[in-house]
């Protein structure tokens, strides 16, 4: 049964800093991996999808990667904003592209 | 990408009623799913809705509580049937467009009981 896990589950630091939120899966069989923003209350909004065959993408100041091997990934934001503060969700789609299981989150606050 | 439309966007409901909520998408889509988030909890996925057919539920949800209508390719409904606090969540619609595997979520419905 695949976990996914989330590391820290908060984290606070000064604006200008860059920053990394871990991700770790148990099942490697994944078909790809998405990392989300939610803001307090609201949905979800995409923010990076890496397909099982990458290893990472870029959007912006934003950089996700992935090691199907070692079950983790990295989402890495460069020159953090305020407008960063939100939770943070990881999710990996099983093998069968279909069920989609979710990480409980990082609580990201960028202090300015 | 796909644009969707949750209807509503949130409610305070009495324990005993029932609510449904509405998923509304720009373009035909292969799958919708229904996902709750209980508070400071991640997502929870509810169920698979078909078109066509029943949905799909998942270990500890069922058909009763949460009936779920999928007309056509672009619409579905979930209704969270005779309500008790403990349905305070946010529910959320997410959709995955035809050869595509990427997920898009709706802006949430938050549901209060009391």
């Known amino acids: 049964k695949q976990e996914v896990t989330q590391i820290p589950a908060a984290l606070s630091v000064p604006e200008g800093e860059n920053l990394v939120l871990n991700c770790s899966f148990t099942?490697?069989?994944?078909?790809?991996l998405q990392w989300f923003r939610q803001d307090p209350g609201k949905g979800l909004t995409s923010l990076l999808l890496?397909?099982?065959?990458?290893r990472e993408q870029t959007s912006g100041r934003l950089n996700a990667s992935l090691d199907k091997s070692s079950g983790r990934s990295t989402l890495y934001i460069a020159a953090s904003q305020p407008g960063d503060s939100a939770t943070y969700l990881c999710?990996?789609?099983?093998?069968?592209?279909?069920?989609?299981?979710f990480g409980s989150g990082t609580r990201l606050s960028i202090r300015p | 990408s796909a644009v969707i439309s949750q209807k509503p966007s949130r409610d305070i409901c009495q324990r005993g009623t029932s609510l449904t909520i509405q998923c509304q998408v720009d373009?035909?889509?292969?799958?919708m799913f229904w996902y709750r988030q209980q508070p400071g909890q991640s997502l929870t996925l509810i169920a698979t809705?078909?078109?066509?057919?029943?949905?799909?539920?998942e270990s500890g949800f069922v058909i009763d509580k949460f009936p779920i209508s999928r007309p056509n390719l672009t619409f579905s409904t979930l209704t969270v049937s005779n309500m008790s606090p403990e349905d305070s969540s946010i529910y959320l619609c997410?959709?995955?467009?035809?050869?595509?595997?990427?997920?898009?979520f709706g802006q949430g419905t938050r549901l209060t009981v009391v």
């Open positions: 997410s959709v995955e467009p035809f050869g595509n595997t990427e997920a898009f």
């Open positions: 099942d490697s069989a994944i078909y790809n």
């Open positions: 890496i397909q099982s065959s990458q």
């Open positions: 999710a990996v789609t099983g093998s069968s592209a279909s069920k989609i299981i």
């Open positions: 373009s035909q889509v292969t799958m």
């Open positions: 809705a078909n078109q066509g057919s029943e949905a799909t539920y």
